[in-house]
């Protein structure tokens, strides 16, 4: 579990498919980001590396499933990294910054191209790959027709454009930096990462039983899906407030005093009355990262208790839990 998320096994917390995605792109995006700025016709560079990402395993999964969605997920999100490298890019510029002329566009001009840019993020953004309106059930959403050109437009495409159209504005109007800026996305932006890896475990089982609880009672799908929405969003807020408290954060923080404590060069303690000799010490480090050390003595436990766990059921045993519950009473 500690090693193998890096490279892709979501057995455990499927939202950790990305961490894999994450170790590839760090390396990657800061070799290009170092290296590119160096050169004139770096663009072509970024749209270089987009294509040798992408277009290989695209056209492989084509000859296999002919179905783009279920891309690969390293080769359809590594391109963003790439985006935002193009617009860090472009915003580093010490002569002129090629946004600023979107920056200074009469409010006559500004208005309507982003209401347009914000209709672009909302009808691509939301966009799914089966075209549904709600669920299976419920077949094709007439209004997805019109902005995939009657489903021509692949969904990655869509949501590149849709996510792209989000930075633009963003760099560009005011009022978005200032929505942004505010206290409540502050807070979101803070717990997003805790709040994500945490989400599947509410939306893939408890949300769904809720939901087929309400809909034995007699609720319409739709009023169903309101309670839902109302008992588990503040839900998993608190959740991931806490966890950016308790986990997050300090595991951030750790890293940062791990960066320190290694280096050849050291900036002198604060805040202490030992000396640097004293403070760089490993015991001295070991005491300051107690909250760090039980976490992960916590996690080689569970690998511990787990492991104990499937090596003393018998291959039946591992067999039947595998059936479903319903087909076990029928038989």
């Known amino acids: 579990m500690l090693i193998a998320t890096w490279y892709g096994d979501n057995s455990w917390v499927t939202a950790t498919w990305t961490m894999s995605v994450e170790l590839f792109a760090t390396f990657f995006i800061y070799l290009i980001a170092q290296t590119a700025i160096k050169y004139r016709g770096r663009f072509w560079i970024y749209t270089a590396a987009c294509f040798f990402v992408f277009i290989p395993q695209m056209t492989y999964y084509f000859e296999k499933e002919n179905d783009l969605w279920k891309l690969n997920n390293k080769a359809l999100n590594m391109p963003v990294f790439f985006f935002g490298v193009a617009f860090a890019d472009l915003e580093t510029w010490k002569d002129y910054r090629p946004l600023d002329s979107v920056r200074e566009l009469h409010w006559g001009w500004k208005i309507p191209l982003n209401t347009l840019i914000i209709i672009i993020i909302f009808s691509y953004g939301s966009y799914w790959d089966t075209g549904m309106c709600l669920g299976v059930n419920d077949g094709n959403c007439e209004f997805w027709r019109y902005p995939s050109f009657n489903w021509n437009v692949p969904v990655p495409l869509c949501h590149y454009l849709a996510a792209n159209m989000l930075i633009f504005l963003a760099l560009t109007s005011q009022w978005t930096q200032f929505v942004l800026g505010s206290p409540p996305f502050k807070f979101m932006g803070r717990i997003s990462f805790s709040f994500y890896l945490v989400h599947e475990l509410f939306t893939d089982g408890i949300m ?56 050849t060069k050291r900036p002198p303690p604060r805040d202490t009355d030992e000396t640097e000799e004293e403070y760089y010490t490993c015991w001295s480090f070991t005491k300051r990262s107690w909250i760090i050390v039980c976490f992960l003595a916590w996690l080689i436990l569970l690998v511990i208790v787990t492991e104990t766990y499937q090596a003393t059921r018998t291959p039946s045993e591992r067999y039947e839990s595998e059936i479903p519950k319903e087909l076990l009473a029928g038989q």
């Open 208 to 263: 769904i039983d809720t939901y087929y609880y309400f809909i034995g009672q007699g609720y319409d799908a739709q009023d169903a899906l309101w309670i839902i929405f109302g008992i588990y969003t503040p839900t998993l807020i608190l959740i991931g407030w806490i966890l950016t408290i308790i986990v997050d954060e300090p595991s951030k923080n750790w890293t940062n005093s791990l960066d320190v404590q290694v280096r």
